[in-house]
């Protein structure tokens, strides 16, 4: 759905930005109403913005009774890392196989969204997560992926808000981000994949979602 309205859109951004830092966590039961009057705007972009959002996957409408925060389980959190960990890999097996060269353009690419001591606000660190995670797919060169990261993202999103909430939990992560990137620069492509590999075992602990690495079959030789 395509929002037309300016009060469409800060509906929308609100709401998402309160699903992302965890102020209304799964389970949670979201009024039309209420958020129209706390906005201060009519229910009509408010329920706009609200389905959008369901499409994403964020909500889930009960007639009647108001608007579910959708929760993650822990079989689909540890589910959702495992794909989005398996099409990132295949990213860099495939700039890997470019050359070294690709290898460090790369990492120079996704060096930005990395950097610790890049000044932003809370709830920037969602974008530059995102924005770091994009390049590394985009830059494989394979449209049909990047469509299938795409539809994972939202999903991706909704189990990381916790992760990122936390001002040391998303430190951590862009700390881990700068060390992928190092990794591309020096073009250690072996590196860079088990440090991702770490990486998505890093946010299941963090989220409290698993104690351990994903770890999966190596690349073939």
């Given at each position: 759905m395509t929002l037309r309205t300016?009060?469409?859109?800060?509906?929308?951004?609100?709401?998402?930005?309160?699903?992302?830092d965890g102020t209304h966590?799964?389970?949670t039961l979201l009024?039309?109403?209420?958020?129209?009057?706390?906005?201060?705007?009519?229910?009509?972009?408010?329920?706009e913005?609200?389905?959008?959002l369901e499409a994403e996957g964020f909500l889930r409408l009960y007639p009647k009774r108001g608007w579910?925060?959708?929760?993650?389980?822990?079989?689909?959190?540890r589910e959702t890392m495992e794909a989005r960990l398996l099409l990132e890999l295949y990213a860099?097996?495939?700039?890997?196989?470019?050359?070294?060269?690709?290898?460090?353009?790369?990492g120079h690419a996704l060096a930005p969204d990395a950097d610790p001591n890049r000044p932003v606000r809370d709830d920037d660190f969602v974008d530059m997560g995102a924005s770091f995670h994009n390049r590394l797919l985009a830059a494989a060169g394979n449209s049909v992926v990047q469509d299938m990261y795409a539809r994972l993202w939202n999903k991706q999103l909704r189990l990381t808000a916790g992760s990122v909430a936390d001002p040391d939990n998303a430190a951590e992560d862009v700390e881990e981000h700068g060390r992928i990137a190092a990794a591309l620069r020096d073009a250690d492509a072996p590196r860079a994949r088990r440090l991702l590999q770490e990486h998505a075992g890093g946010i299941l602990r963090r989220?409290?979602?698993?104690?351990?690495?994903?770890?999966l079959p190596p690349?073939?030789?």
């Amino acid at each position: 759905m395509t929002l037309r309205t300016p009060a469409a859109e800060r509906a929308y951004s609100h709401v998402r930005r309160s699903l992302l830092d965890g102020t209304h966590p799964g389970g949670t039961l979201l009024s039309e109403a209420a958020l129209a009057e706390h906005l201060g705007i009519s229910r009509t972009p408010v329920r706009e913005a609200l389905h959008r959002l369901e499409a994403e996957g964020f909500l889930r409408l009960y007639p009647k009774r108001g608007w579910l925060v959708v929760p993650v389980t822990l079989t689909e959190g540890r589910e959702t890392m495992e794909a989005r960990l398996l099409l990132e890999l295949y990213a860099l097996d495939r700039v890997a196989a470019m050359g070294p060269d690709k290898l460090r353009e790369l990492g120079h690419a996704l060096a930005p969204d990395a950097d610790p001591n890049r000044p932003v606000r809370d709830d920037d660190f969602v974008d530059m997560g995102a924005s770091f995670h994009n390049r590394l797919l985009a830059a494989a060169g394979n449209s049909v992926v990047q469509d299938m990261y795409a539809r994972l993202w939202n999903k991706q999103l909704r189990l990381t808000a916790g992760s990122v909430a936390d001002p040391d939990n998303a430190a951590e992560d862009v700390e881990e981000h700068g060390r992928i990137a190092a990794a591309l620069r020096d073009a250690d492509a072996p590196r860079a994949r088990r440090l991702l590999q770490e990486h998505a075992g890093g946010i299941l602990r963090r989220l409290g979602l698993g104690g351990h690495d994903i770890r999966l079959p190596p690349p073939a030789s």
